[in-house]
């Protein structure tokens, strides 16, 4: 009976989260400003520890113990990242110098244009947009990294 109803809370709760995040967009609180300067310092620093560790479960993955395919599609994943990770830390810095007369926003934040003359910081930040190029790969890596270990734990547990 208590599992049953933790089943129909955690239902509630999803379909309660669920429809604030379609009715109340602005709400969803999917986009985070950082306030001057802490905010930006933090998340900045955050990118240089997440680089960090990741290079470390690269390292670390060499080994031989590690040489099942999922490792490397794995390790693939940490390189991703890391340049994402770069990209994005470039992105960052690159909007502190930037002023909202650099760009046309044409219909909403979606369709904004980086108006002319094109400059080092603008072709940095228009770059740094591009960080999905990155991310998708890698989730893809990752993605598939994990059916690798999951087909190798069942072919173990098949033994």
């Not at 709400?27 to 933090?42: F, I």
């Not at 998708?136 to 993605?143: C, E, K, N």
């Amino acid at each position: 009976m208590t599992a049953l109803r933790n089943h129909y809370s955690t239902t509630l709760l999803f379909f309660t989260v669920l429809a604030v995040c379609l009715f109340l967009p602005e709400r969803s609180m999917a986009l985070q400003t950082h306030g001057e300067p802490e905010g930006m310092y933090v998340h900045q620093m955050a990118h240089i520890l997440y680089m960090a560790a990741l290079g470390y479960l690269y390292w670390d993955t060499q080994r031989s113990a590690f040489s099942n395919r999922g490792w490397t599609y794995l390790r693939i994943f940490c390189v991703l990242t890391i340049f994402w990770n770069l990209l994005a830390l470039i992105g960052h810095e690159s909007t502190q110098y930037l002023h909202p007369k650099d760009f046309t926003i044409v219909d909403g934040y979606l369709f904004s244009k980086v108006n002319r003359p094109l400059t080092l910081i603008k072709a940095a930040y228009y770059t740094a947009k591009l960080d999905h190029l990155l991310t998708v790969p890698a989730m893809f890596f990752l993605y598939i990294a994990l059916r690798s270990f999951y087909r190798a734990s069942l072919d173990e547990d098949g033994d």
